[in-house]
């Protein structure tokens, strides 16, 4: 399909408790490189199968988190024509100057109605350990960890999930691949631009602006296995999986980072067309939706957010 406007998540900003032990989770296990460090003392990654000059901040601070979800769009035309866009809409939109993160040109930023903060961006230099553009090989290193190919998405809680679906496909242009309903309407969507399952998925929830899970793409079922044995080497903390999803499809574990940030590490799932029909799950098939396999969701997965 042609790719315009809004292409794909570009980064995520989180918020960690303690950078050294972050830096050993998401490099050493996860399998991240780290491209540069700020001044301000925020840490910049990528994955190896990544163009881009990173896709994943860290922040050291009091309390964990995220701080904002970024999407590249394809052009500064279409950048500013989504702020207008935005604007019109009714959503305040500030502008961050090109220097803020290394290797970023100008981005806008602004506030959904889930309290969420959303940033979009075109200008951004290729990284320096890009993989292989001339007679490429597969990797351009050896992969580490669990191997890592690409941040690929992120679920967020928080209220007005109506409005987030309203602001979504009618202002950035997404389709919604799948959705839970109850009584009070959406009560979980994901959200697709690409001919992924999901490039970002909310769930309703009370309380805003609230992460659920950053996840990272993973080459095959087997890949989701090995990362599961490096769950268990090094005790990181275990919260569903492996298992598959209903939802997507995708093979998946969930774990967690030292500071409580929920990650995935996904293989597989469905490819999605603008044409395709938005899957439905009803509140009484929710456990098999998310847990294939189990058919029943734990309480963690419902409860724990940072």
């Known amino acids: 399909m042609a790719m315009r406007g809004v292409l794909r998540p570009g980064f995520i900003q ?45 922040r050291e601070a009091d309390t964990a988190g995220l701080d904002l979800f970024a999407f590249k769009v394809c052009s500064e035309d279409s950048l500013n024509s989504f702020k207008q866009r935005i604007t019109d809409w009714g959503l305040a939109v500030d502008e961050v100057p090109a220097g803020e993160q290394p290797g970023l040109g100008r981005r806008i930023g602004f506030t959904i109605p889930s309290g969420h903060r959303i940033e ?5 230099e290729m990284s320096e350990a890009h993989p292989t553009i001339v007679n490429p090989m597969v990797w351009p290193k050896e992969p580490h960890g669990m191997g890592a190919i690409r941040f690929d998405h992120g679920l967020l809680y928080g209220p007005n999930i109506d409005k987030v679906e309203e602001f979504f ?48 793409l993973l080459e095959n079922w087997h890949e989701v296995g090995k990362a599961a044995d490096i769950i268990t080497h090094y005790n990181i903390s275990l919260d569903a999986g492996p298992t598959r999803h209903g939802i997507t499809r995708g093979q998946t574990i969930y774990f967690f980072d030292p500071s409580g940030n929920r990650n995935e590490v996904y293989a597989g799932g469905y490819a999605y067309y603008p044409d395709n029909p938005t899957r439905s799950w009803t509140m009484d098939q929710v456990g098999r939706g998310i847990f294939y396999y189990e058919r029943r969701l734990n309480e963690s997965f419902l409860s724990v957010v940072t």
């Open 169 to 216: 496909t009618k202002v950035l242009d997404f389709s919604v691949a799948e959705r839970i309903n109850d009584d009070q309407g959406a009560m979980a969507l994901w959200l697709t631009v690409s001919i992924k399952a999901h490039d970002i998925a909310f769930v309703r929830y009370p309380e805003p602006a609230k992460f659920h899970h950053v996840a990272f």
């Open 120 to 124: 979009l961006y075109h200008e951004v």
């Open 14 to 58: 989180l918020r960690v408790l303690d950078m050294a032990a972050a830096l050993t989770h998401y490099i050493e296990r996860v399998g991240l490189e780290e491209v540069c460090r700020g001044a301000d003392g925020r840490v910049y990654l990528k994955a190896w199968d990544e163009f881009d000059h990173h896709s994943v901040i860290l």
